[in-house]
């Protein structure tokens, strides 16, 4: 379905949903899909402000440069950082 859906695609959507038993009402799928599209915004504005604080911190200068070299290494100090933790969450 493309973002000019018809009127038609979407009554034809609702009733599809209604029929695979997945919503009661066009009520509660309409309820849910404006579940979803509120926290797609608040995702969404979450994610503006977390890229605004590290344009931010690179504007005052705060970062580090990375060669070929010490960007590779820092990945694999970061995978043997998240291997540590799922290994810990194995054992929990």
């Known amino acids: 379905m493309t973002t000019e859906a018809t009127a038609a695609e979407l009554e034809q959507l609702v009733?599809?949903?209604m029929a695979a038993g997945k919503y009661a009402s066009p009520d509660e799928?309409?309820?849910?899909a404006v579940r979803l599209l509120a926290e797609r915004n608040r995702r969404r504005d979450a994610l503006r402000q977390e890229v605004q604080i590290g344009?931010?911190?690179l504007?005052?200068?705060e970062y580090t440069d990375y060669d070929e070299h010490s960007l590779r290494?820092?990945?694999?100090?970061?995978?043997e950082r998240v291997?540590?933790?799922v290994e810990g969450k194995?054992?929990?």
Request: avoid cysteine; hydrophobic fraction near 25%; charged fraction near 55%.
């Open 59 to 61: 504007d005052r200068g």
């Open 73 to 79: 290494q820092r990945f694999e100090q970061l995978k």
């Open 83 to 85: 291997q540590r933790r």
């Open 15 to 17: 009733r599809q949903e």
């Open 29 to 32: 799928m309409l309820l849910e």
């Open 90 to 92: 194995k054992d929990a």
């Open 55 to 57: 344009r931010d911190q």
